[in-house]
């Protein structure tokens, strides 16, 4: 009885497998240093020198005629160019990302700017031998509103980054022993290397809006539509792509690079520890209101699939986990901030920047950020 119950509470340890919402990197890479854009010459101004002013093609080795006659005099055509043109110079004719050049409502003019972020969000986890463990994620982010390339308000991760990301997990009616490394104190790059998708980002949507904002009976509304986030495996459609099941799906691949498969997070606890080589794929929906001048909270509704690697050491670990969300419990807060803020700033203001109150309380606290 008592091995079985230590099987119990090693399997629990899958259960700390990250749940979480989010922000920002393009799809088929892991940063962007990894891939280099191929450059037409015709098409860059510092390589394209085979051209004279008028665009014809120009002989270096051609000999000039020193006796042929110039005329200083001579009127000169106004229709062709006098000198080279040189389209780094022109005026752009994309409208700026700078609020002042945009012609933004007052509405849209109150949300633009730099805003801490916290989220909590409510999970029910199950593998074959624990089944419906309630889990606790946080996560600290900075954030920004501000307009696009076309004047339309978008919403960001300031440094493509989140602050920070951790875990409470239940079991027993406890808190559970074990830790999860999610940041960078602990190896993990799952703060800052991840796929991205916002909702126009996703193929055959590209005109669907990501951020909205409204004012109705003295009310004003915002709600971020559905993103997706996903490590350890590459996508084309996260939207409609079938989950991560087995070690020979070909989309698996090393996403933080360590010399493993998927992506590596550190368990520790007294009954079972070890590193999962994971993939995660979310979703998330942010619907609130503003609460206060420079407030905003609301509602998560959220998805999280996950499936642990068959090379991950600890077999207690490795499989698939089956999460279902509880948006009831699941929350944000989003607080407007200077616009120097940075994660460190907010990590050490967190207690003060942020008042929402926590409706996980039968999930107990472990440390001084509440998870």
Known sequence: MKRFMISIAAICATLFFVSCGGDSKTPEKVDDTDTVADTDTNDNPDTATDTDPTGEPTNPDEPTNPDEPTNPDEPTNPDEPTEPTNPTDEPTTEPTTDPEGCELSD??????????QKIILRSSSSTTMAQNVPSVTTRYIVTEIKPDENCKL???????????????????????????????????????????????QIP?????????????????????????????????????????DSDSDSRIFDHDEDGNPAFSILFTSSLASGTMYYVQRLSHILTGKVVADGKIEGTVNWTDEQYAHQKTPNLTLRGQKTTETDETKSVFQLVKVDDSMDCETLLGNADTIFDIVDPNSDVPHSDKYGE
Not at 107 to 116: I, R
Not at 165 to 190: H, I, L, P
Not at 210 to 216: G, Q, S
Request: glycine share 12%; hydrophobic share 30%.
């Open 107 to 116: 509405l849209e003019k109150e949300f633009v700017g730099t805003w801490a």
């Open 204 to 244: 055959g949507h590209e005109s669907d809006t990501y951020l909205e904002i409204a004012e109705e009976g003295g009310e004003k509304t915002f709600k971020l539509n559905k993103d997706w986030e996903l490590r350890g495996a590459n996508m084309t459609d996260p939207s409609t792509e079938p989950m991560i």
């Open 154 to 200: 978008d919403f960001f991760k300031k440094g493509n980054q989140i602050c920070r990301t951790a875990n409470r997990t239940g079991f027993a009616g406890k808190v559970s022993q074990g830790r999860v490394g999610f940041n960078e104190e602990d190896g993990s790059k799952f703060n800052t290397i991840f796929h991205h998708w916002k909702p126009y």
